[in-house]
């Protein structure tokens, strides 16, 4: 089976060689093909180039893009889209006035959500999530992360670990599984911290590793959660049983969670919305992915990872949504786009590279996606026809995606 799109307006994230992470001022460059041809065979990219090199080419099936954007699929690195429910309760209570953190201490927050999930069935849990994965691949994510982390007991946790091998074993894309096992205190242990962790690592880091239901491991690393002395003594467990850290540091606190990562060789650290000169120079010389999730800053109103002083600084960056009830209700990468250019400054080359080939990275995969490359993965965004790939931010909120094509077949 061949797939042919032809006349495309411009052709985005062109890579003859198969790179796997930019960096830096090398940020600044999207390679692209004006007038080009891409051939899809089954589900990989085999060929592509300027349309009078493919008079001669014969295909099954053909998609004309005469005046469209065709690019990779986004590459979401950072997700919590197994969750139960909603919070739209505490989205009104911070409308009229109450912080996150006045809601985390009433027993909201993330203890609200694990009290949800804790009560919800796992095939019902399977349903709402299959939901959400469905409506952000046909956003153009064709890659995404997903965490545990609202269970916060042992069987629990498990549970929404079980519910993301379904996804993986059910949906065409591929999906991460990440045990983010210390994500809040647990009621039942508040005071009580070091009981809470002694779980995590004799029984959660091991249960799941020996069921092999997670790649990677993350704690929620921060003021009034897990300290860095926690999170030391959980990424120390998690090291014995090879998972690989992809951590939450840096939301509201710099305390040194972005070194911590780098000595244990995070493929990782997410949020860094507080962000020292300390945290800069720990990741440079460091293979770890610095990653900003501006929807999030969206949505809580705290300040935006500053992006532009991380690639200024030499280093890459990735771009992820952070879908999850509490801080991003929302799974919409062509938002994060968006916001990276307007409020973080980004470049819409920078921004497409941070969401495409750097997302890829930060999931271990950007050997086989993330870019427009001979032998990759066939997952392809068609745009509608648009002036050209500058609207894919400039037009924020508006949806630009005409066709999703997940290895080599229409979503
Ligand atoms: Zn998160």
Redesign the pocket.
């Known amino acids: 089976m061949t797939l042919l799109i032809k006349n495309i307006k411009e052709l985005l994230q062109v890579r003859d060689t198969n790179v796997t992470i930019v960096k830096g001022e090398d940020m600044k460059v999207l390679p692209i093909l004006k007038n080009a041809y891409l051939l899809i065979e089954h589900d990989t990219i085999v060929e592509f180039g300027p349309m009078e090199e493919c008079l001669n080419i014969e295909a099954d099936q053909t998609i004309d893009a005469t005046g469209k954007v065709v690019l990779p699929t986004w590459c979401d690195s ?1 997700t ?1 889209i197994v969750y139960a429910g909603d919070r739209t309760q505490e989205f009104v209570d911070r409308i009229n006035g109450l912080s996150y953190e006045d809601i985390a201490n009433r027993g909201g927050g993330i203890l609200n959500s694990a009290e949800q999930l804790q009560n919800t069935s796992e095939d019902e849990l399977y349903n709402q999530a299959s939901k959400r994965l469905t409506e952000v691949i046909k956003l153009g994510t064709g890659a995404i992360e997903i ?1 545990s982390g609202y269970g916060l007991t042992v069987e629990a946790e498990l549970k929404m670990l079980r519910v993301i091998k379904r996804l993986k074993h059910d949906f065409p894309i591929p999906v991460k599984p990440t045990l983010l096992a210390a994500h809040a205190i647990p009621k039942a242990y508040k005071g009580n911290k070091k009981a809470f962790i002694d779980i995590v690592v004799n029984e959660l880091i091991p249960k799941a590793a020996e069921a092999h239901l997670a790649e990677y491991i993350d704690v929620f690393c921060e003021k009034g959660y897990f300290d860095l002395e926690d999170t030391q003594r959980i990424l120390e467990a998690a090291k014995a049983h090879r998972l690989i850290p992809k951590i ?1 540091v840096n939301q509201f606190n710099a305390f040194g969670g972005v070194a911590l990562g780098v000595e244990y060789d995070a493929l990782s650290v ?2 860094l919305e507080e962000l020292n000169p300390e945290d800069i120079s720990a990741l440079q010389g460091s293979n770890t992915m610095p990653v900003a ?1 501006p929807s ?1 800053s969206y949505f809580l109103s705290i300040p935006y990872t500053p992006g532009r002083a991380i690639i200024d600084a030499g280093l890459p960056l990735a771009l992820a949504t ?1 879908y ?1 009830p509490g ?1 991003t209700p929302s799974g919409n990468m062509n938002f994060v786009v968006s916001s990276a250019c307007i409020k973080m400054k980004l470049t819409p080359e920078e921004a497409i590279n941070a969401a495409t080939i750097n997302g890829a990275y930060a999931m271990g995969l950007s050997n086989r996606y993330g870019s427009i490359c001979r032998g990759k993965k066939a997952n392809i965004i068609i745009t509608k026809a648009i002036p050209g790939y500058y609207h894919l931010p400039y037009a924020f909120g508006n949806n630009l995606i005409e066709t999703v094509i997940i290895n080599g077949d229409v979503f």
């Open positions: 950072h919590h965490k939450h997410d949020h999730l999030c952070d999850n801080s």
